[in-house]
């Protein structure tokens, strides 16, 4: 069974620092791996994926996550953060080998960038 | 590319009536969506698979009768919430399969 961990249920950064949202993941064969967002009221939205190649993934809104297969991880990361980054940070995993096209994501982090 | 429309964004209905709620992908076709519930800051809980042109699949503890699921094109999947209950009130959101699963707005369902 394929299963998410996202240890922190808040992350608080001022505007400017780097943040990171931390994920890991258990699977059976080779994760496919994402980061989604979602505003209050809203759906997700997409923000990155690895499935595979190199390790570190570049997606929207200047976000970046790196796999390491060693660690089992896929933390999200960003040089800079902006207080409209402020939201609710889901990462989530599909096993394309036993899952299907199913994905099973994590708790959530809420992310608060402050000035 | 890849928007995913939900139709309507908040409903309001009185117990024992039944509610429909519609998924569209504008700008690609696809054969699979899904559809999920999440409760306040929680996570989202798959309830089932929405396959176009056959029966959808459903996760363990989601009752089919009560959640109808049908998928008749490519570009539409509609669930209905049948003889609805407070319990019922959520978030529901759809997703629609290309590469990646891309994510409705979500549907907020209150149930008086």
């Known amino acids: 069974a394929q299963s998410v961990a996202q240890p922190e249920d808040q992350v608080n950064v001022a505007e400017g620092n780097p943040l990171t949202v931390k994920c890991t993941y258990s699977v059976s064969g080779n994760p496919y791996l994402f980061w989604y967002v979602q505003y209050p009221n809203r759906g997700l939205q997409f923000l990155l994926k690895?499935?595979?190649?190199?390790?570190l993934v570049k997606g929207s809104y200047g976000f970046e996550a790196e796999f390491n297969k060693s660690q089992t991880s896929f933390h999200l990361k960003k040089p800079s953060a902006l207080v409209s980054d402020s939201a609710l940070y889901f990462c989530?995993?599909?096993?394309?080998?036993?899952?299907?096209?199913?994905?099973?994501f994590g708790t959530g982090t809420q992310l608060k960038v402050e000035l | 590319g890849a928007v995913v429309s939900q139709h309507p964004s908040w409903v309001i209905c009185k117990s024992g009536t039944s509610v429909k709620i519609e998924c569209r992908s504008l700008d690609f076709q696809a054969t699979t969506m899904f559809w999920y519930r999440q409760f306040p800051k929680q996570s989202l809980m798959l309830m089932a698979t929405s396959n176009e042109g056959s029966k959808a699949t459903y996760e363990q503890g989601v009752e089919k009768d009560k959640f109808l699921i049908n998928h008749a094109s490519l570009t539409l999947s509609t669930l209905t919430v049948t003889s609805a209950h407070p319990e019922d009130s959520s978030f529901y959101i759809c997703?629609?399969?290309?590469?990646?699963?891309?994510f409705g707005p979500g549907t907020r369902l209150t149930v008086l």
């Open positions: 997703s629609a399969l290309i590469d990646t699963q891309y």
């Open positions: 690895y499935i595979t190649g190199d390790n």
């Open positions: 989530a995993v599909r096993d394309p080998t036993g899952g299907g096209n199913k994905l099973t």
